[in-house]
């Protein structure tokens, strides 16, 4: 099992590259289902949830090749509309090639992804936006069988919550529903608005991507994509709290500020100097971290991927904070595991109380999912002496090379194989 190795107390400083957001490359992908065509994709980050995705994408008969950040794919011919459960389980987001196979081949036959350890990840929401399209579901033996017997009709879709992947499995079907679909209540998330944006470029006819409310004029048939994927806005906020914890000052490139709005919104409040560019954003730390009251919420709003990662930063504030959950009901695992780094954090139901500041030392963790293990990270990097962290696998689904870009930060961080 691989482990990460971290001696912390070193200052970062300097710039460094963000990749793709995994959260717009894994729709992305799936959209290339839809069309006959072949689809060309940039900037597409190598990541294990993306070597996942497109063993899915192999197991429907699709052709797959990838050279460096550029991905192929060519659905030509699918051969099979089933995701099989040894790929779903792994990766949740498989439950997103529902839309695009019941649009492209009028049946899909997905695992119910199971729960994860964030939270029970109830697939309603999607199901009954599909269904207002002319989709029926059965579920049995863990599968969820979907069938459009008339084809795809626009639909109103009104949605009982903001839920990213609903809106993008009802996204991707609406493109080529006979008719004029609208999603209310849509997330707004940026990754909502490249996968619209790789939508159009296979012509595919939306507006209104990145607002609660998404028109789609549906089309017959959509081309092949051609593609760029969107800067990863969780990643870029890793490494600024990665900076600001060492008291350094870190540049992420190749994203905007308008990717990281409430993000830098709190990193200001808590006394960072936050500076920007047409591609880029920097934060120094200040004099001292401030503390802060945060709660998550659909963007624009606090997002929920950063939450740990913020938790981490304030053990070095100033004073006491307070991070409220909203969106998922069981995201505070990282919690345990910053208190054996010496961390002192209450919760109270969906409510973490963090006291600041706190003298972290370091010791043997464990990963308990993606951000939070970027969370032990960043911790890492502040505790005095050594931590080690288990489980990386955790944090390889999510953050691509993570280890290299910190250490060309100056962070003393390594990969290791555990004796
Ligand atoms: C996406 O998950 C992201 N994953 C998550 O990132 C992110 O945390 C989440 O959006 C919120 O921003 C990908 O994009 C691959 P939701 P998703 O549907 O689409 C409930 C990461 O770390 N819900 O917006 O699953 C759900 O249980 C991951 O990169 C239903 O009840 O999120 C949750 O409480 C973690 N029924 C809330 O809505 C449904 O049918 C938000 O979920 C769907 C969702």
Redesign the pocket.
């Known amino acids: 099992m691989e482990i990460l190795r971290i001696r912390g107390g070193t200052r970062l400083e300097g710039s460094v590259p963000v990749s793709g957001a995994?959260?717009a490359a894994?729709?992305i992908l799936f959209a290339g289902i839809l069309s006959d065509q072949p689809s060309t994709l940039r900037n597409v980050p190598d990541l294990a949830?993306i070597k996942t995705t497109l063993k899915v994408l192999e197991t429907l008969g699709i052709s797959v090749s990838r050279e460096d950040d550029r991905v192929t794919l060519d659905a030509g011919n699918l051969s099979s509309i089933e995701a099989p459960y040894d790929l779903v389980r792994t990766m949740?987001?498989s439950v997103?090639v529902l839309g695009p196979l019941l649009a492209r081949a009028g049946e899909a036959k997905v695992s119910l992804p199971g729960g994860?350890a964030?939270?029970?990840?109830?697939?309603?929401?999607?199901?009954?936006a599909l269904e207002k399209l002319g989709a029926v579901f059965e579920i049995d033996g863990g599968y969820i069988h979907g069938r459009a017997p008339h084809g795809l009709r626009g639909a109103i879709l009104p949605l009982?919550?903001?839920?990213?992947?609903?809106?993008?499995n009802a996204l991707m079907a609406a493109s080529l529903a006979s008719g004029i679909s609208e999603i209310q209540n849509a997330?707004c998330?940026p990754?909502i608005v490249d996968l619209a944006t790789a939508l159009r470029s296979m012509g595919a006819r939306i507006s209104g991507d990145g607002t609660p409310v998404i028109r789609i004029e549906g089309v017959s048939s959509l081309g092949g994509m051609n593609h760029s994927i969107a800067p990863d806005r969780?990643e870029a906020a890793t490494f600024l709290c990665a900076g600001l914890i060492s008291k350094g000052k870190v540049r992420v490139t190749g994203i905007d500020s308008h990717y990281l709005g409430s993000a830098l919104e709190v990193l200001e409040s808590m006394g960072a100097r936050i500076t920007s560019g047409a591609d880029w954003v920097e934060a120094e730390a200040g004099d001292r971290l401030i503390p802060s009251n945060i709660q998550t919420a659909?963007?624009p709003g606090f997002?929920?991927?950063m939450q740990a990662q913020f938790m981490a930063l304030m053990t070095q504030a100033d004073g006491n904070s307070r991070i409220e959950e909203t969106?998922?009901?069981n995201r505070f695992m990282h919690v345990p595991e910053l208190a054996r780094l010496g961390a002192r954090i209450r919760i109270q139901g969906n409510e973490a109380l963090v006291e600041g500041p706190v003298k972290l030392s370091g010791a043997t963790v464990m990963a308990t999912?993606?951000?939070a293990s970027a969370s032990l990270v960043i911790a890492g990097i502040a505790a005095t002496g050594e931590t080690v962290i288990r489980r990386i696998y955790h944090l390889d689904?999510?953050y691509e090379k993570l280890e290299l870009k910190l250490s060309a930060l100056g962070a003393n961080i390594r990969r290791e194989n555990e004796k």
Request: glycine letters at 6%; hydrophobic letters at 35%.
């Open positions: 995994k959260n894994l729709p949830d949740r987001a997103l994860c964030i939270g029970a990840r109830p697939v309603d929401f999607h199901l009954s009982p919550f903001p839920s990213v992947g609903a809106t993008e997330a998330e990754e969780v659909p963007f997002p929920t991927d969106i998922f009901e999912d993606l951000r689904r999510g």
